[in-house]
């Protein structure tokens, strides 16, 4: 659906009230002025009449309906179609959702199509109806002011994901033992994504800044400053991610640690009931041999033949108990 829209003519708005059409070709005959329509997740039916009017390029349409593009900058004769990806924080389950600002820049009009519920334009538009430098760089100083509240959210969200991640470092070496591997690697998830979000877009920002591209030619130092701030978080994210890999590391280290410990405890234990079962093996072997019932055995019917028995079990079990106790074993 159309959000706003709005005929920017010497530092004032004119907000269309009728057909956008038959405003818009008064403002082109008066001069000295640009449309600005921002749209929100439109239909086709919804983007037909404006890309009739102001001949859109096809594909492009097409990528600004159905999104999901990567940050990129294409020209079509004197339009420039431009694909910036917003960002947005979810506190409640650290989760980072992305959407995308569709941007057709001509001399004297901007189209703006958001998907998604992140940088939502009115503030941008705010800022720039306020600064009449940037309403008088046109339809390049809109671009400007969406580019800079794109790439400050990433700076927030960068700061967010830092957070989680000195969270997690201190879960990993609390000494509790629980698995953080799942939450390592959703978190390592969720900077793929930001990288992806906000990498590609350092290429665009640096083609406007050499001069590259004509409409943006005369404010390539605002472009200067909203890529250093872009690069900056790059620097941060490329840190995160590395962070985030030493994390996981350092944590399966620690578990498998951990896993060692308990199974020297168990071979341990393992020893012990092994070396206690034998000691009772020694004297249940002479017990069951003289448990036999045959009539003619050795010492069967001697007055000191049970002491002698007994003292036979008692002199084995010590000499085992010995040998197990010198090797260890208990």
């Not at 919804?46 to 159905?66: G, M, Q, T, W, Y």
């Not at 927030?156 to 957070?163: A, K, P």
């Not at 005369?218 to 994210?237: A, I, P, Q, W, Y």
């Amino acid at each position: 659906m159309i959000v706003d829209k709005a005929i920017y003519r010497d530092g004032t708005r004119e907000t269309i009230t009728g057909d956008i059409s038959d405003a818009w070709s008064a403002a082109r005959a008066r001069g000295g002025s640009f449309l600005w329509i921002g749209l929100h997740e439109p239909t086709q039916e919804e983007f037909d009449l404006i890309s009739s009017e102001v001949r859109l390029h096809p594909l492009a349409v097409e990528d600004a309906i159905k999104a999901h593009q990567r940050p990129k900058l294409e020209r079509y004769d004197d339009t420039l179609f431009v694909v910036l990806k917003t960002l947005l924080y979810v506190e409640e389950t650290s989760d980072i959702e992305v959407g995308e600002i569709n941007l057709f820049l001509g001399h004297d009009f901007v189209i703006s199509v958001r998907h998604g519920g992140a940088n939502p334009l009115k503030g941008v538009r705010r800022r720039v109806e306020s600064d009449p430098d940037l309403l008088a760089a046109g339809p390049a100083g809109v671009m400007y002011a969406i580019c800079d509240a794109v790439v400050d959210t990433y700076s927030l969200v960068s700061y967010e994901v830092e957070h989680d991640l000195i969270a997690l470092e201190r879960r990993v070496f609390s000494g509790e033992q629980s698995d953080v591997t799942e939450d390592i690697y959703s978190l390592k998830r969720e900077v793929l994504e930001f990288r992806t979000a906000q990498d590609p877009l350092i290429p665009v920002l640096e083609e406007i800044v050499k001069g590259r591209v004509e409409l943006c030619a005369s404010n390539r130092e605002l472009f200067r400053d909203v890529l250093d701030h872009l690069l900056r978080v790059d620097g941060k994210v490329d840190e995160h991610n590395e962070l985030l890999s030493s994390a996981l590391s350092a944590h399966l280290a620690l578990v498998g640690s951990e896993q060692n410990k308990v199974a020297m405890q168990q071979n341990a234990d393992m020893r012990k009931i092994s070396s206690w079962a034998a000691l009772i093996a020694v004297p249940t072997l002479i017990a069951g041999v003289y448990g036999m019932n045959f009539d003619h055995m050795p010492e069967l019917h001697w007055a000191y033949g049970y002491p002698l028995c007994l003292g036979t079990m008692a002199v084995a079990v010590l000499v085992v108990f010995r040998l197990l106790r010198r090797s260890g074993w208990l």
